[in-house]
């Protein structure tokens, strides 16, 4: 049985601990959880949110809202990069940003550095909507290591853009918000190179310190280095970022519109040119934040 | 005591069934309730959001969050129009938005037609930061009435804005969604008249029919009818819509950036001229919404 949530009235409801005083709770089926080396892992049958999982408790994604956080991960540094052929996605054991990737032709290879096997294994059996491209998209190959030491190994230039899919910074996640992480994910960027990595949330306060550590080492080795808002319901708050960080391009003034809609599979839940663009004006208070947390 | 709620570990949790197996609880104290003629209020306080309180139970408005809304219910129209000088706001007991009207000293008149005298009275001593300037701003004329009929009553051509900051379109504010009230909403704006209205959800099905059925009335009513979306963490799924319909101004093209900024009073927590643009780029899935919508 999962670990985390209660009954009531004779239904289990998955309960997430969003803020030391506030919960969200979804009335589900426990499908199945084991303990790995690594982490907790559950996946839960819903109504509206369809299937979702969680690792040590706190929520991964949903089958309703995954495609606003995968579309808004990969289509952002695609429109914006000239020419991506190389690509490392670190963590995303789900499957989810690969199969987003997997939707451009032009893309020669997908490195994905996933810590723990047991994710992706669980996420072909219970998520296929997620994972399903994993195995058959021949570009895409699988590394079971930690992202970090795979990053301190690559060779230098190695790659046209790097997408940290990771958890928040506890636990195997941790290790990829730190200086000497980004480090190495400059060096392995060629020229025009982009970094997007998950970048939590500017609303509740322990979440939006890590937000401001984490812009703040990324302005220090990026000459670019931006963050972009989306809509994610089901994590706390609803708003949630991606940091942006670049060699060179500009992720507004460098997007190509037609992309994305020049691919033959197109079709978005989330993602429009104008959402890209959007995404970068950010509310005041955000704003503000990142001025802090630039010193 | 409150009715919505439950105990945990000794400490009373606001709960609100944001869907039909999804449910949002926030710790907190219940500072008052009572049952008013029109409907059951209860005020909160909480670490996290501050007071907030509720209406039959569901959410109105905490002091974390209520800038969001308030913010771009107001600012927006005002960075549009070329110069509002007669504004009126229907429900708005609470009184935040008379509050962000009242930095413009270019404007005469704020009428605000409340239908529950008490929702008021009890702002006043529960909520000061948002009913504070209710008793400072001479400009401010409280109408104790349903908003259907006064504006039933009013005259042609009387304003030059109408923000309709309702509840839910069931109970009280169920008259403010109709095809008949925005059609006296059309006649009593004058030349370049704007009405912004709440406008509901695109992500709970419950909630984003009844965005449809505004979207689809208003369109029939005004030559120019939009939608724009913002962050509000403690409203359901946190995706949340204004309406935005006038007899001429378009909210993107008509923007003057500089419209709150020349304001004595112009910090937001918000509201950006950014922003105000940004919130016009909609989600795939929501532009799919209203698409359908029109037929």
């Known amino acids: 049985m999962s670990e985390t949530g209660r009954y009531e009235d004779g239904h289990f409801w998955y309960t997430e601990r969003q803020a030391p005083d506030v919960s969200l ?47 808004m991960l ?36 997908i490195d994905m550095v996933e810590i723990d096997r047991r994710v992706v294994e669980l996420c072909r059996v219970h998520l296929p909507s997620t994972a399903g491209r994993l195995d058959e998209d021949p570009r895409i190959r699988l590394h079971y290591m930690d992202g970090v030491r795979f990053l301190r190994e690559a060779d230098d230039d190695r790659y046209d853009l790097v997408l940290v899919d990771s958890t928040d910074p506890v636990g195997p996640g941790e290790g990829l918000f730190s200086r000497r992480f980004y480090s190495d994910c400059h060096r392995v960027l060629g020229r025009d190179g982009i970094l997007v990595n998950q970048h939590e949330s500017p609303f509740y306060p322990s979440y939006s310190r890590s937000m ?13 280095a931006r963050v972009y ?38 079709e978005t839940r989330y993602y429009t040119p104008s959402v890209h663009a959007a995404a970068f004006a950010l509310p005041r208070f955000v704003e503000r934040q990142l001025q802090e947390a630039a010193g």
């Open 229 to 266: 808002l989306f809509h994610m319901p089901v994590y706390p708050s609803g708003m949630w970022l991606f940091g942006f960080a670049s060699k060179g391009p500009d992720p507004v003034r460098d997007l190509r519109p037609d992309a994305l809609s020049a691919q033959p599979d197109f």
């Open 74 to 109: 990969v289509h952002v540094p695609m429109a914006v990069h000239p020419d991506v052929r190389r690509v490392l996605i670190v963590g995303g054991g789900d499957g989810g940003t690969a199969r987003e990737l997997s939707r451009y032709p032009g893309i020669e290879v």
């Open 212 to 224: 401001q550590r984490s812009h703040q080492r990324l302005r220090d080795t990026f000459p670019i």
């Open 25 to 71: 709770s979804i009335r589900c089926t426990h499908l199945y959880g084991e303990r790995t080396p690594f982490q907790r892992i559950d996946f839960y049958e819903s109504d509206t949110f369809g299937r979702f999982f969680t690792l040590d408790g706190l929520m991964m994604l949903t089958e309703k809202d995954e495609r606003h956080y995968h579309e």
